[in-house]
């Protein structure tokens, strides 16, 4: 059971299915340009769509607003030293502000960054930065279905490769995503960083954690790697931060807020020049883009998110959501993890070709049946196409991902999507794939507009 009770309720949108067959025709068939009204269960994303604790909305009416030296700066500040080690700490107002002020101070043109994944907003400001980003996940990654407990590690061979190879004067650093949010939100084994830190500090490279659920991913090593059964999250947490150089930290994930992040860092020269683009594009260093209360809300948010409670919580929402999908016939990237659960839709729709769009036409019923939104990582989101809409690459695996916001959503707010699931799958046959009527040349999938084709 979730191990808190309800002190404030925010009614759910409730619509017919007539309303939702005229909402998807108007917005094109593309779920981004819906209204939040339109949606009963909003599984687009757990990126600030969590519920804050009564505790969390205190610490923030406790926020101190001063523009220099808030009082809420140096409690955010003790409380990300303790927990990461770093002793520089920087606040930003999302993860990929963070990004881009590392990104533009370490890296020139021609920089190289390794990493298990770039999650994509990395991705993106590595190469606006000039530089060139190289994922490198571990082989085990390719099988949907193998149940490996540690599929979001680093492919160590291909990181001594390259960290040896003829590139490697490039190499501006590493990065490893706890967890792997490109690669299915599949966590990073505490052996596989060690190992990794170990070949960064031989060969004098840097190592970054992207440690949006650095949560999630310490519960799924107190559960699957035998070193640490026993140890608390809190404790893997923090061992995982002390093998890095420092951090880049969405806190609209694992800190449980709406807006926030954080860079953190060990080499004081290299925080200097960070200061410097902070000062200048987020903030004063003291707030760095953010409210009082938002620093203040967040250091009460990372106290939280390492709750065996918590965790174990929602780990058994995820795996129970995991079992519905499963009991209605549809298979799932295995093993579930705990941030999201993605449905093998290529598999569900085998009548729908990957230009055609599977996870798309998934997406689209699971609304039409249910007021669902999720989102589609398959070829509408990684494919391309030439000007006459002939596939040119599609993605290698057509999925669609159910996000689970953080404390928002209960049980039976999941059993209620187990069966739009089984009612969907019942009906496969009758789901049509979708062409592309309008596409933009960038994230595509934010933008694109689609019509249903013919069964
Ligand atoms: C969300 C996310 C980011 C970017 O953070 P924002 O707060 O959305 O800017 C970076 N890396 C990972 C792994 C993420 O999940």
Same mark, same amino acid.
């Given at each position: 059971?979730?191990?808190?009770?309800?002190?404030?309720?925010?009614?759910?949108?409730?619509?017919?299915?007539?309303?939702?067959?005229?909402?998807?025709?108007?917005?094109?068939?593309?779920?981004?340009?819906?209204?939040?009204?339109?949606?009963?269960?909003?599984?687009?994303?757990?990126?600030?769509?969590?519920?804050?604790?009564?505790?969390?909305?205190?610490?923030?009416?406790?926020?101190?607003?001063?523009?220099?030296?808030?009082?809420?700066?140096?409690?955010?500040?003790?409380?990300?030293?303790?927990?990461?080690?770093?002793?520089?700490?920087?606040?930003?107002?999302?993860?990929?502000?963070?990004?881009?002020?590392?990104?533009?101070?370490?890296?020139?043109?021609?920089?190289?960054?390794?990493?298990?994944?770039?999650?994509?907003?990395?991705?993106?400001?590595?190469?606006?930065?000039?530089?060139?980003?190289?994922?490198?996940?571990?082989?085990?990654?390719?099988?949907?279905?193998?149940?490996?407990?540690?599929?979001?590690?680093?492919?160590?061979?291909?990181?001594?490769?390259?960290?040896?190879?003829?590139?490697?004067?490039?190499?501006?650093?590493?990065?490893?995503?706890?967890?792997?949010?490109?690669?299915?939100?599949?966590?990073?084994?505490?052996?596989?960083?060690?190992?990794?830190?170990?070949?960064?500090?031989?060969?004098?490279?840097?190592?970054?954690?992207?440690?949006?659920?650095?949560?999630?991913?310490?519960?799924?090593? *107190?559960?699957?790697? &035998?070193? %640490?059964? #026993?140890?608390?999250? =809190?404790?893997?947490?923090?061992? !995982?931060?002390? /093998? @890095?150089?420092?951090?880049?930290?969405?806190?609209?994930?694992?800190?449980?807020?709406?807006?926030?992040?954080?860079?953190?860092?060990?080499?004081?020269?290299?925080?200097?020049?960070?200061?410097?683009?902070?000062?200048? *594009?987020?903030?004063? &260093?003291? %707030?760095? #883009?953010?409210?009082? =209360?938002?620093?203040?809300?967040? !250091?009460?948010? /990372? @106290?939280?998110?390492?709750?065996?409670?918590?965790?174990?919580?929602?780990?058994?929402?995820?795996?129970?959501?995991?079992?519905?999908?499963?009991?209605?016939?549809?298979?799932?990237?295995?093993?579930?993890?705990?941030?999201?659960?993605?449905?093998?839709?290529?598999?569900?729709?085998?009548?729908?070709?990957?230009?055609?769009?599977?996870?798309?036409?998934?997406?689209?019923?699971?609304?039409?049946?249910?007021?669902?939104?999720?989102?589609?990582?398959?070829?509408?989101?990684?494919?391309?196409?030439?000007?006459?809409?002939?596939?040119?690459?599609?993605?290698?695996?057509?999925?669609?991902?159910?996000?689970?916001?953080?404390?928002?959503?209960?049980?039976?707010?999941?059993?209620?999507?187990?069966?739009?699931?089984?009612?969907?799958?019942?009906?496969?046959?009758?789901?049509?794939?979708?062409?592309?009527?309008?596409?933009?040349?960038?994230?595509?999938?934010?933008?694109?507009?689609?019509?249903?084709?013919?069964?």
């Amino acid at each position: 059971m979730e191990p808190y009770r309800i002190k404030a309720v925010e009614p759910l949108p409730m619509t017919t299915r007539a309303q939702r067959e005229t909402a998807l025709q108007r917005v094109h068939y593309n779920l981004f340009a819906l209204r939040a009204d339109e949606i009963t269960i909003d599984l687009l994303t757990d990126s600030g769509t969590g519920a804050l604790s009564a505790a969390q909305w205190a610490a923030g009416m406790a926020g101190d607003e001063s523009y220099a030296g808030s009082r809420s700066f140096y409690r955010f500040q003790e409380v990300v030293r303790e927990l990461t080690s770093y002793p520089h700490i920087l606040p930003v107002h999302q993860g990929r502000a963070a990004e881009r002020i590392l990104f533009s101070t370490l890296l020139g043109p021609g920089g190289i960054t390794l990493s298990n994944t770039h999650f994509d907003t990395t991705r993106a400001n590595v190469e606006l930065s000039g530089g060139q980003a190289v994922d490198l996940p571990c082989s085990q990654a390719q099988d949907l279905d193998s149940d490996e407990p540690f599929k979001g590690n680093i492919d160590l061979q291909r990181l001594k490769d390259a960290l040896c190879g003829p590139d490697a004067s490039r190499i501006a650093m590493v990065i490893m995503t706890l967890t792997n949010n490109g690669g299915g939100g599949q966590p990073v084994s505490m052996d596989n960083l060690a190992r990794a830190a170990a070949l960064c500090r031989e060969h004098e490279v840097p190592l970054f954690l992207d440690a949006a659920r650095f949560a999630e991913n310490a519960w799924l090593v *107190t559960r699957h790697e &035998p070193a %640490y059964q #026993g140890v608390s999250p =809190r404790e893997v947490a923090e061992e !995982a931060f002390r /093998l @890095a150089d420092g951090c880049l930290m969405s806190a609209k994930k694992d800190g449980i807020v709406h807006i926030g992040g954080f860079l953190g860092l060990r080499d004081p020269a290299l925080t200097e020049r960070c200061r410097l683009l902070l000062v200048a *594009t987020e903030g004063f &260093p003291t %707030y760095g #883009g953010l409210a009082g =209360r938002d620093l203040d809300m967040i !250091a009460q948010g /990372l @106290a939280e998110v390492t709750d065996p409670h918590y965790l174990r919580s929602r780990a058994e929402a995820a795996r129970h959501l995991a079992c519905l999908a499963r009991n209605a016939g549809i298979s799932i990237l295995e093993p579930p993890g705990l941030h999201a659960i993605y449905l093998n839709a290529g598999r569900l729709l085998p009548h729908i070709a990957p230009h055609r769009f599977p996870g798309h036409a998934l997406a689209c019923q699971l609304y039409l049946e249910g007021g669902i939104r999720s989102v589609e990582l398959g070829s509408l989101y990684l494919g391309k196409e030439d000007e006459n809409g002939d596939p040119v690459t599609t993605a290698p695996f057509e999925l669609l991902r159910l996000a689970l916001p953080r404390r928002t959503y209960t049980l039976s707010h999941l059993n209620h999507v187990g069966e739009v699931l089984a009612r969907t799958a019942k009906n496969r046959d009758k789901i049509p794939g979708y062409r592309l009527v309008r596409s933009s040349p960038v994230l595509r999938h934010f933008h694109s507009e689609l019509e249903p084709l013919p069964l």
